[in-house]
């Protein structure tokens, strides 16, 4: 699968399984968004990986915070392609 230039909403992204999925998809040439609620460690994960990742505080319970954080991510990378 081409994930260069694909843009990736990563929930759970700030930490275990989800930080290694975002830090993969970057290194293969992606953009990610990660959606979690743990917002210093999302920060800072964002932070080191550079203008390729950004991080959205969101609580995936709360189906308006969800929806926020998809419009914020189109804003910034300009589509959504892969979901994890």
């Known amino acids: 699968m081409e994930i260069k230039d694909s843009v990736a909403v990563v929930t759970g992204g ?10 993969n998809l970057v290194n293969r040439g ?3 968004s ?7 460690r999302g920060e800072k994960v964002a932070s080191e990986l550079g203008d ?7 609580d995936i319970t709360d189906e308006a915070n969800v929806q926020a954080a998809i ?14």
């Open 14 to 23: 700030a930490s275990g399984l989800g930080e290694a999925c975002v830090r």
């Open 30 to 32: 992606g953009k990610v």
């Open 34 to 40: 990660i959606f979690d609620f743990a917002q210093d």
């Open 52 to 58: 390729s990742v950004i991080f959205c505080m969101t």
């Open 71 to 84: 419009d914020k991510t189109i804003e910034t990378f300009g589509a959504i392609h892969i979901a994890v």
